[in-house]
């Protein structure tokens, strides 16, 4: 009982952490579906989070700090395919300066308005969102193996939480049956044939990094709103990176980013369950092994054993009428 | 004459200071097929993509149906009935041939009923068409011919009357190419108007009922396909008289210079391209390869020539072997005498962003003629350049304009020249007059029997038929990696089109 006990809550961490994996994924793969390589997920999550922090803190609604977040990350998409739509500029480029923008103007910003060296400060319940607490999750917590699983595992995560899985089937739906679906897919496959065909690229194309922004946007305020109580500086610790790793083994597929991130996630939970103590036959593992088994698996499993992940054929390149 | 479907009047339009159509006039009658012909930059699909609404015209009018009409996107013109079956198919390659022909026209927010809608309709015109196709298979599943038929379906579900198709046969085999035909007159008979842009002379001949013909940017004439000939249509478009039909004597073939056996040729993937495959080309003969592209002619160039490597089989230059387990240093080739034009100019036979003279010397660029001491000589570079734009007619004769800027031909004109200067005894030719224009098709088919006359050994790769057929004193044709038959300059289209097809003769019969 006791391992199954350990085996729920290292779940329970797993979706936890796994949540804003889940969004900055899914969020990447509206806008690399279209064509346009998003690599500051990192980036406007990061500037998501300090937007919700700062205007939870001093508006005291975790809905503020919802739409602020939204609202930032949006317009840093907006950016993004400002640069790499509208001017057909370097995709890669300009997602690395989005992610440079937001780390270093949070930290200007939150010290300029709050003093506390970049964060934000502690922003208290009512303006975070908390975890919820499912209909029943207390009167069957006693039922043997389903009552923890239900109370303890499905039960007691933020809202937030449960939006980023519902995303995963709405966004197969959006993708798979219906009509932005196919054009989005068609836009990242060959542009040229939405073109002819009398759809606007262009106006396709903002749409899909809007939606880009609009998620990277509910991630960032996971992070300040949920995980946390507030902004802590560079919070995003690199996780719209992991997420873009994770579209890649997904091979750009709402179901199997869902999983990619859930393992992302458990690797994670195991790294916090397991750091410092020893293991057996092994002892005591350095932390940062386990911190950098992410990163590892990572390698491994794109070196070749999730066979070859074939990008939107049209990734990357900005859209020239020809002729 | 019947009611006009398309009528332009007057159209203009100018990229900088290029006037890529001049004051054109054009009127084509409903319920016909018209062909627009001319060369390479003639200005034929700058004035097909004004009438799809890719670019505005700077003045000019066009009606359609007889009502004058402002189109100004794809949108627009699809709305008026015209379709259009581009040049390089606009289809997504990995979705089905139901979702291409919907996308753009789903009519509704969710995908359900437009896709039974789809599907309804696609029966519709496969029974009034004959244009089968399976709607759920994947489009880069499909060979060439059945991707242009889906961008037939696509114009048609669209409901276009009138449909543009932008050099359609460049890609399919001759069989394909009639069955297009067909395909194109039973539109005619349903009361479509076709329009039919090409640059082949035979293509018009055989479908068309009118054709107009273009020349720089201008409607030159236009002419009722019965009252006209090959050779006038070609004068028309080139502006003076063209043979077409390459003029050379007897081949007085002479000792093997190039001698390849039993050659077998794998891809990057590890398919079988090149197997089992012997010939000789001898000095003073042209030996053509033809085929439809992909069946492992362009291995078999790259092999000979030394960048690509063979699973078995020997190649000997001059009676001495060239290693062609390993990849021979093409240098190494060159110096004992073997010449290489590609058949992919911008990838493997220039550097396009290169001037015109770092071309023309390129992979003989360590020959002493153009050093002195370790460094390039770049006066004699530019010399011999100078020379070689002499020789061959390249125009802009500037030596130092970037090769990019060049017209195809010209392009092509600048390899061949590259390659012929260094009098090499073996000439091995991939699709030498792969988009270019009739002018230079004709000049440079005359340097090739030149080549012959002078006593070298050519090696003609091509997937142009009549090229073949003009140029070769023996053809070869290959199918499926093999040399499947050996036919002397006198065969008929018919019969290595069925050898190109893979259907041997009494299979035929059968």
């Known amino acids: 009982m006791d391992f199954f006990n350990a085996l729920i809550l290292v779940l329970d961490s797993t979706i936890r952490l796994s949540v804003p994996l889940l969004l900055a994924c899914l969020a990447g793969l509206y806008s690399e579906r279209s064509g346009i390589f998003d690599i500051g997920l990192e980036g406007k999550m990061l500037a998501g989070a300090f937007a919700a922090g700062a205007v939870a803190y001093i508006s005291g609604s975790a809905w503020g700090g919802l739409a602020a977040a939204i609202l930032v990350a949006v317009f840093l998409a907006l950016v993004h395919g400002f640069a790499s739509i509208t001017h057909r500029g370097n995709q890669i480029v300009s997602g690395v300066a989005i992610n440079f923008i937001a780390a270093g103007s949070t930290i200007i910003l939150g010290q300029a308005w709050f003093a506390q060296g970049g964060r934000t400060p502690s922003v208290d319940a009512s303006g975070r969102f908390g975890p919820i607490t499912l209909p029943f999750a207390d009167s069957v917590r006693d039922v043997p193996v389903l009552g923890p699983i239900y109370s303890e595992l499905i039960s007691g995560h933020s809202l937030l939480a449960y939006l980023a899985f519902a995303a995963v089937p709405f966004t197969w739906w959006v993708l798979f049956r219906t009509r932005f679906g196919l054009r989005l897919r068609a836009v990242g496959e060959n542009p040229a044939a939405v073109d002819t065909a009398g759809i606007s690229v262009t106006w396709l194309r903002y749409r899909a990094v809007i939606c880009t922004g609009i998620l990277t946007g509910v991630a960032g305020t996971y992070l300040a709103l949920a995980m946390n109580a507030g902004f802590v500086k560079d919070m995003s610790a690199g996780r719209g990176y992991i997420a873009l790793a994770a579209l890649i083994f997904a091979k750009w597929k709402p179901v199997p980013a869902m999983l990619a991130c859930l393992l992302f996630g458990f690797l994670d939970a195991m790294a916090i369950r397991i750091g410092g103590t020893p293991l057996p036959f092994i002892g005591r593992v350095p932390v940062q092994v386990i911190q950098a088994l992410p990163f590892v698996l990572t390698v491994i499993l794109l070196a070749g054993f999730i066979g070859k992940a074939i990008p939107p054929r049209a990734g990357g390149q900005p859209y020239v009428k020809e002729r | ?510």
């Open chain 2, 1 to 510: 004459m019947a009611e006009a479907a398309i009528e332009l009047v007057g159209i203009n339009k100018s990229f900088g200071a290029v006037h890529a159509n001049r004051d054109i006039h054009l009127s084509i009658p409903k319920g016909t097929i018209h062909g627009i012909i001319g060369e390479n930059g003639a200005g034929k699909s700058t004035l097909m993509s004004i009438l799809y609404g890719f670019y505005e015209a700077d003045s000019g009018d066009i009606n359609v149906n007889g009502r004058k009409v402002a189109i100004r996107t794809p949108n627009d013109a699809i709305s008026f009935g015209i379709g259009m079956v581009h040049q390089h198919f606009m289809l997504v390659e990995n979705f089905t041939v139901l979702e291409n022909i919907i996308l753009g026209a789903e009519g509704e927010a969710l995908l359900n009923r437009s896709i039974a809608k789809a599907r309804s309709e696609l029966h519709r015109l496969e029974r009034d068409y004959g244009l089968e196709v399976d709607p759920d298979a994947i489009i880069e599943e499909l060979p060439v011919g059945l991707q242009q038929r889906v961008e037939i379906l696509k114009a048609l579900y669209r409901g276009a009357d009138i449909l543009i198709l932008d050099e359609p046969t460049g890609v399919l085999t001759p069989a394909e190419a009639d069955h297009l035909f067909r395909i194109l007159r039973q539109l005619k008979d349903e009361g479509k108007t076709v329009v039919l842009i090409t640059h082949k002379l035979r293509e018009i001949m055989a479908v068309t009922d009118n054709v107009s013909v273009m020349r720089q940017g201008q409607m030159v004439a236009t002419r009722k396909t019965s009252e006209t000939t090959v050779e006038e249509l070609a004068e028309l478009m080139v502006g003076r008289r063209v043979l077409l039909r390459v003029e050379k004597g007897e081949a007085k073939p002479g000792e093997v210079k190039l001698s390849v056996r039993d050659l077998m040729v794998k891809d990057s993937r590890g398919v079988t391209m090149v197997e089992g495959v012997s010939f000789d080309v001898r000095a003073g003969e042209i030996v053509g390869i033809a085929g439809v592209a992909g069946n492992g002619q362009s291995e078999l160039l790259e092999t000979v020539s030394g960048i690509r490597k063979a699973v078995s089989g020997t190649v000997m230059l001059d009676g001495k072997p060239i290693d062609v387990s390993g990849v021979t240093d093409p240098g190494d080739l060159r110096d004992r005498g073997l010449a290489h034009v590609p058949e992919d100019r911008h990838h493997v036979g220039l550097v396009l962003p290169f001037e015109e003279s770092e071309n023309a010397i390129l992979g003989y660029h360590d020959e002493p003629q153009f050093l002195r001491g370790p460094f390039l000589d770049r006066g004699k570079v530019v010399a011999a350049a100078s020379d070689q734009i002499a020789k061959y007619d390249i125009r802009p004769p500037n030596p130092h304009l970037k090769t990019a800027n060049f017209s195809g031909g010209n392009q092509q004109k600048i390899v061949l020249a590259r390659e012929m200067e260094q009098d090499p005894g073996v000439l091995i030719v991939g699709q030498p007059t792969r988009g270019v224009d009739v002018g230079a098709i004709e000049f440079i088919h005359k340097r090739l029997i030149a080549m012959r006359d002078m006593g070298k050994a050519v090696l003609l790769v091509s997937v142009e038929l009549d090229e073949i057929r003009s140029l070769s004193d023996r053809i070869l044709v290959m199918f499926d990696g093999r040399i499947v038959g050996e036919r002397g300059p006198d065969a008929t289209e018919g019969e290595l089109g069925l050898l190109m097809a893979g259907v041997d003769r009494k299979e035929a019969a059968e």
